[in-house]
């Protein structure tokens, strides 16, 4: 039996096994996302992330230049797009980032800052099946320079600014009531009459 092989089998039988543990623990505790996952599941997310990432695109450099333009643009995309589960500054700690299964790993540890920019890429490009991280990708060319640029930015999440954290701020997408909100304060500071909120309880 060659060497490939014998591997090949191991890598079978070592997944059928967490597969097992996988399997015992859902039925012991159910599906909430609320859980932490097991140690066997997070080994297995991690090994079948790894092999879902071609060695092609592992290898791959960031051919997009790091300058101002390319890092500004970055951060307004990320603060649109991504903030909303991994946070302004990358932690995850958001109210979606919590409730995934896995959670939203903090992208300023080790974890994600040992990835090679092509793996990042993929991530951002392909997604990750059952982690709910989509794909990204639009298969453009304009699309790839846009990863290529966020991949940059989360290099540079473990050393953001908190003036850069409060200039995401003011671009995270707002919900119907935050901009309702707004507009009321507007309305209030200009001297404009300001709609009277219903009374409850009466």
């Known amino acids: 039996m060659n060497s490939t092989l014998r591997a090949l089998l191991i890598l079978i ?13 859902i039925v012991r505790h ?14 297995l997310a991690w090994a ?32 649109d797009h991504c903030a909303v589960c991994h946070a302004n500054d990358g932690s995850g700690d958001t109210q979606m980032g919590r409730s995934f299964y896995p959670k939203v790993p903090d992208m300023r540890s080790s974890g994600t800052q040992r990835l090679s920019d092509g793996e990042l890429f993929a991530i951002i490009e392909d997604g990750i099946r059952l982690t709910g991280m989509p794909a990204w990708g639009t298969g453009t060319p304009a699309g790839e320079r846009d990863s290529w640029g966020l991949v940059h930015f989360i290099r540079r999440l473990p050393t ?12 995270n997408p707002k919900t119907a009531g935050q901009l309702k909100e707004e507009e009321e304060t507007r ?16």
């Open 48 to 79: 079948m992330r790894r092999l879902a990432t071609p060695q092609e695109a592992r290898t791959r450099l960031n051919p997009v230049q790091p300058t101002s333009a390319v890092l500004r643009q970055a951060l307004e995309h990320y603060a």
């Open 160 to 171: 953001l600014s908190s003036e850069d954290v409060e200039r995401m701020e003011g671009l």
């Open 30 to 43: 159910g599906l909430s996302t609320r859980a932490e996952p097991s140690r066997a599941e997070a080994v």
């Open 187 to 202: 309305r209030f500071l200009a001297g404009e009459p300001v709609e009277p909120q219903p009374a409850y309880g009466h």
């Open 13 to 25: 039988v070592a997944i059928a096994l967490l597969g097992g543990v996988v399997a015992y623990t």
